[in-house]
Protein backbone atom coordinates (compact mmCIF):
# COMPACT_ATOMS: atom_id res chain seq x y z
CA UNK A 1 0.00 0.00 0.00
CA UNK A 2 1.37 3.33 -0.80
CA UNK A 3 0.86 6.48 1.38
CA UNK A 4 -0.59 9.79 -0.43
CA UNK A 5 -0.02 13.36 1.26
CA UNK A 6 -3.03 14.91 1.40
CA UNK A 7 -2.67 18.41 1.88
CA UNK A 8 -5.11 21.39 3.32
CA UNK A 9 -4.90 24.75 2.77
CA UNK A 10 -6.79 26.62 5.68
CA UNK A 11 -8.20 29.92 5.77
CA UNK A 12 -8.74 32.33 8.84
CA UNK A 13 -12.67 32.75 9.15
CA UNK A 14 -12.18 36.27 10.21
CA UNK A 15 -10.57 37.20 7.24
CA UNK A 16 -12.42 35.30 4.62
CA UNK A 17 -15.28 37.11 6.37
CA UNK A 18 -13.34 40.27 5.27
CA UNK A 19 -12.62 39.38 2.10
CA UNK A 20 -15.53 37.08 0.89
CA UNK A 21 -19.23 38.77 0.86
CA UNK A 22 -21.62 35.89 1.86
CA UNK A 23 -24.86 37.82 1.99
CA UNK A 24 -25.89 37.32 -1.41
CA UNK A 25 -26.62 40.63 -2.30
CA UNK A 26 -26.91 39.77 -5.73
CA UNK A 27 -30.09 37.55 -5.51
CA UNK A 28 -31.62 39.72 -3.56
CA UNK A 29 -32.90 43.46 -5.08
CA UNK A 30 -34.04 45.82 -2.68
CA UNK A 31 -36.62 48.62 -3.83
CA UNK A 32 -35.05 51.60 -4.47
CA UNK A 33 -36.86 54.53 -2.36
CA UNK A 34 -36.53 56.94 -4.68
CA UNK A 35 -38.61 54.80 -7.15
CA UNK A 36 -42.21 55.89 -5.05
CA UNK A 37 -43.24 59.23 -6.95
CA UNK A 38 -45.66 61.06 -4.82
CA UNK A 39 -46.80 63.07 -8.15
CA UNK A 40 -47.99 59.79 -9.18
CA UNK A 41 -49.64 58.25 -6.62
CA UNK A 42 -53.36 57.85 -6.87
CA UNK A 43 -56.03 57.79 -4.21
CA UNK A 44 -56.20 54.27 -4.63
CA UNK A 45 -52.66 54.12 -3.65
CA UNK A 46 -53.32 55.89 -0.75
CA UNK A 47 -56.33 53.51 0.91
CA UNK A 48 -54.06 50.55 -0.14
CA UNK A 49 -51.02 51.85 2.02
CA UNK A 50 -53.74 52.89 4.64
CA UNK A 51 -54.98 49.56 5.06
CA UNK A 52 -51.22 48.12 4.96
CA UNK A 53 -50.40 51.01 7.82
CA UNK A 54 -54.08 50.43 9.44
CA UNK A 55 -52.34 49.26 12.56
CA UNK A 56 -48.79 50.69 12.47
CA UNK A 57 -50.29 54.01 12.70
CA UNK A 58 -50.15 55.60 16.20
CA UNK A 59 -53.62 56.23 17.97
CA UNK A 60 -52.70 59.60 19.16
CA UNK A 61 -50.12 62.26 18.29
CA UNK A 62 -50.13 65.68 16.84
CA UNK A 63 -49.46 64.27 13.09
CA UNK A 64 -49.09 61.13 11.15
CA UNK A 65 -51.60 59.48 13.79
CA UNK A 66 -55.15 58.38 13.70
CA UNK A 67 -56.08 61.32 15.81
CA UNK A 68 -54.44 63.60 13.35
CA UNK A 69 -56.75 62.32 10.58
CA UNK A 70 -59.88 62.53 12.49
CA UNK A 71 -58.96 65.95 13.23
CA UNK A 72 -58.25 67.33 9.76
CA UNK A 73 -61.00 65.21 8.28
CA UNK A 74 -63.27 66.53 10.67
CA UNK A 75 -62.24 70.34 10.18
CA UNK A 76 -62.78 69.74 6.71
CA UNK A 77 -66.57 67.82 6.33
CA UNK A 78 -67.43 70.51 9.49
CA UNK A 79 -67.62 67.70 11.51
CA UNK A 80 -68.16 70.24 14.61
CA UNK A 81 -71.53 71.03 12.90
CA UNK A 82 -73.02 67.75 12.69
CA UNK A 83 -71.60 67.01 16.29
CA UNK A 84 -73.89 69.74 17.79
CA UNK A 85 -76.37 68.94 16.04
CA UNK A 86 -76.00 65.43 17.71
CA UNK A 87 -75.28 67.09 21.42
CA UNK A 88 -78.86 69.00 21.10
CA UNK A 89 -80.67 65.41 20.10
CA UNK A 90 -78.73 63.27 22.88
CA UNK A 91 -80.02 66.17 24.87
CA UNK A 92 -83.80 66.49 23.58
CA UNK A 93 -83.57 62.31 23.95
CA UNK A 94 -82.44 63.00 27.51
CA UNK A 95 -85.50 64.84 28.46
CA UNK A 96 -87.76 62.68 26.70
CA UNK A 97 -86.78 59.67 28.60
CA UNK A 98 -87.35 61.53 32.21
CA UNK A 99 -90.86 62.44 30.31
CA UNK A 100 -91.52 59.07 29.80
CA UNK A 101 -90.29 57.90 33.09
CA UNK A 102 -92.54 60.48 35.03
CA UNK A 103 -95.33 59.56 32.91
CA UNK A 104 -95.08 55.78 33.88
CA UNK A 105 -94.67 56.45 37.59
CA UNK A 106 -98.14 58.61 37.07
CA UNK A 107 -99.66 55.56 35.23
CA UNK A 108 -98.40 53.49 37.61
CA UNK A 109 -99.99 55.66 40.50
CA UNK A 110 -103.52 56.14 38.98
CA UNK A 111 -103.46 52.17 38.52
CA UNK A 112 -102.14 51.75 42.65
CA UNK A 113 -105.37 54.17 43.28
CA UNK A 114 -107.86 52.28 40.64
CA UNK A 115 -106.86 49.09 42.24
CA UNK A 116 -107.58 50.34 46.00
CA UNK A 117 -110.68 51.75 45.17
CA UNK A 118 -112.05 48.41 43.15
CA UNK A 119 -110.79 46.45 46.37
CA UNK A 120 -112.27 49.00 48.77
CA UNK A 121 -115.42 49.10 46.91
CA UNK A 122 -115.94 45.04 46.60
CA UNK A 123 -115.06 44.74 50.48
CA UNK A 124 -118.26 43.80 52.33
CA UNK A 125 -120.12 46.94 53.66
CA UNK A 126 -118.93 49.41 51.48
CA UNK A 127 -121.46 48.80 48.77
Known amino acids: M ?3 DIKRKVFNKGEFNETVDTEFTQ ?3 EPDPS ?3 VNLATQSD ?4 YDKFFYLIPKEGE ?3 HL ?4 TSGEYIDYRQNQEEIDALLAEIA ?9 RQQIASVIA ?5 EEASQTPGNA
Open 35 to 37: FFD
Open 46 to 49: FWIL
Open 63 to 65: INS
Open 27 to 29: LVT
Open 113 to 117: DFRQQ
Open 68 to 71: YLVE
Open 2 to 4: QNV
Open 95 to 103: ELREENLEV
